[in-house]
């Protein structure tokens, strides 16, 4: 099968000169007749965080994590905070929907303190995580796991966590490390059983990687190959730094399609001083 060989970048932060990270694709395409690539630009989408049949489960699940990560690094600095939700046993709802019903009061708590004291909204990334013992696996109590951008202390943000007036049960908020690959870890953690009753929310502030338009002429399916099948060459900081001036190789790492053929993932940081 013919096929191209596409270049998808997500640089995540608020502008392209402000990204310190950014991560690269580079993947075989087929071409059909009558399926233009400006089209296919048009319907490239982030994957949908959903239920899927077994067949596709562990690889969406994948995708999911992939693309929190992406949101993660977009949003949120070391000045906010991974902030952790637990419910006293006196206090657990009754399900899922009234568990979302508290966290959406914590966020209208939130919203009231900050609005008080002449802050900007806050904005966060949250998963909710619980599974029942009846399913053939581990409880797990309902939780919620919340990176959080808020101009609030620690202290009040923690004390927004109530019904009523009435403490729920523990909430604990850290500061978020962002050495190495430490928010990548915690990002894949708070998602990191597809099969559980977890989800996540974002609040509308949450801004998407900027992607610029793919580039379909930068790389040949021979050179792809080569690159996959070297490793010196995939794995050389040298040779990736040519290639994206200003920027270091995190990782990188090669998959083989038997129907199309070799792609390549790498997670660039942006070089000190470049």
């Known amino acids: 099968m013919k096929t191209y060989q596409r270049e998808r970048r997500y640089l995540c932060g608020r502008s392209p000169r402000s990204a310190q990270y950014q991560e690269v694709e580079i993947y075989p395409l087929p071409t059909r ?17 959903r239920g899927t049949p077994p067949a596709q489960a562990a690889h969406n699940a994948k995708q999911a994590r992939r693309w929190f990560h992406r949101l993660a690094v977009t949003n949120f600095t070391a000045a906010d ?10 206090h657990r709802p009754a399900d899922a929907d009234a568990a ?30 619980w599974q029942d013992a009846d399913t053939g696996q581990k409880a797990v109590a309902p939780h919620f796991h919340v990176l959080l951008r808020c101009g609030l202390g620690r202290d009040e943000i923690e004390a927004c966590w109530h019904r009523k007036g009435t403490r729920l049960g523990r909430a604990n908020a850290d ?31 949450i801004r998407n990687p900027i992607m610029p338009p793919p580039r379909d002429s930068r790389y040949t399916r021979q050179q792809v190959a080569r690159l996959a099948t070297d490793s010196a060459l995939l794995h050389s900081p040298d040779y990736w730094a040519r290639k994206y001036p200003g920027w270091e190789l995190n990782e990188a790492t090669a998959h083989y399609n038997d129907f199309l053929g070799w792609s390549i993932s790498l997670k660039l940081r942006r070089r000190k001083g470049g």
């Open 100 to 129: 979302w019903r508290d966290f959406r009061n914590f966020l209208r708590h939130l919203r009231d303190r900050c609005k008080a004291a002449g802050l900007e909204k806050p904005e966060c990334l949250a998963v909710m995580e």
């Open 175 to 205: 500061r978020l490390q962002l050495d190495k690959a430490s928010l990548e870890a915690l990002a894949n953690y708070m998602m990191k059983n597809p099969n559980r009753k977890h989800r996540y929310y974002r609040s509308r502030g």
């Open 81 to 90: 905070t991974h902030t952790t939700l637990t419910y006293a046993a006196e």
């Open 33 to 49: 007749d009558g399926f233009g690539r400006d089209l296919d630009r048009q319907n490239s989408k982030p994957p949908a965080f």
